[in-house]
């Protein structure tokens, strides 16, 4: 027995010739350089810094890792990485013996009239022994095949949870951006509010004099209630904006250092890499959809060998004796030995459609990848784009805050001395409030590129 389990080990060691098709990672179907208006500055480093220095905000930090442990939506994704990794162990173990080790009891009792002697016949036997459960020979790579099948769809899973690691970065800081940007809005209309109430107030004892008008007393009446409106509706848009935080995050601790204004968001937004490839198959989504396509291309190699003959071995080595004393004595040994062949003759095409299907899932697994990466590299694109654009852009809107600022000061002078109609200062009231609530939204807006930026470049997603 001792020589045939060296010849099963052998067997076992020089067994694997694999069907399953070379695999070739597909060509990036992108350009090989960003887009000119998404062009990357020299000097550029070519990897994301880990959160922690990117989003530098002590407050947003805490809430960052807080969310990371203690979201549920996280929490279920880790779980399935649990569950992929043990079915992945299921199949591995396919690749090796299985032994058992049992014990049993048999005995029966056949009766005088079926027996030759005519008397009762009694058979009684003891067994012990460790079994070699049918351990199939993997000559054609079938189980290696669909173990590199499984090993792919656990690192894929494991992608998939990178990749909501990521947008839960990312939106936890989008969430606690929108927070500060209706924060300061909403003291700028509670600012703007006291503002025209105070006008109200000089309107309405101007006109008891007879300077103003009852027209202009009920323009600044106008003027004050819509300010009062806009105050309400910024305060419950902070109210479902602080909501969602909470959400995201989980559990809030009890304890948050203080926060920084968005004017103060240092968001180390120059970190973009320099060749679009080395950045997208960075990517978890790319990953994940790359090792889908190794899983693909061993479910073929599977399905080749399903054609193939399958050879497997039973055996078991141990003592019998019909006494349990005898078991373990001189000439108890007992063993048994059952190689097997099975060879598909007839299976009316089940074995043809399923290499079919393995192709088929092939071709589209192959077009998902491709697909994959399009859409990473517009995203990125896109988010480049942005950058620059939101720069622009809240340079000018902070030149036209200004300036409407000082224009309300010159016609606000200007009225009351009388020389301006109060017409002219509810314009102008009104541009320097639209200015300035414009320019908080268009700087909510360019961080927001920021963290987008962050996880379309596939940051680091560890807590340090």
Known sequence: MNKKSALIVMLAAVSGCSLTP???????????AWPVSAAVKPGQASRMPDWQAYFTDPRLQVLISASLEHNRDLRIATARISEARAQYGIVQADRLPNVNLSAQRAASLSPANT????????????DVSANLVSFELDFWGRVASLNEAARASFLATESAQRAFQLSLISDVANA????LELNERSALAQATAKGRSDMLSLIGQRRDVGIASDLDLLQAEGSYQAAVADQANLQQQLAAAENLLDSLVGQTPAQLPAGRELSQQAIAADWIADVPSEVLLRRPDVIAAEQRLIASNASIGAARAAFLPRISLTGALGTASRQLGGLFGAGSQAWSFQPALTLPLFDAGRNSANLDVSRARNVIAVAEYEKTIQQ???EVADLLSARDSLTRQLSAQQANSHT???????????????????LELLDAERDAYAAQQGELQVR???LTAFTQLYKALAGDTKVN
């Open 444 to 446: 909510r807006a360019q």
């Open 404 to 422: 409407q600022q000082q224009r309300l000061k010159l016609v606000e002078a200007r009225y009351r001395a009388g020389v301006a109609n109060y």
């Open 115 to 126: 027996s030759f002697t005519g008397n009762p016949f009694r058979v009684q036997r003891y």
């Open 176 to 179: 606690y951006l929108s927070v």
């Open 376 to 378: 990473a590299f517009r």
């Open 22 to 32: 070379t695999y070739q990672r597909p060509v990036a179907p992108v350009s090989a």
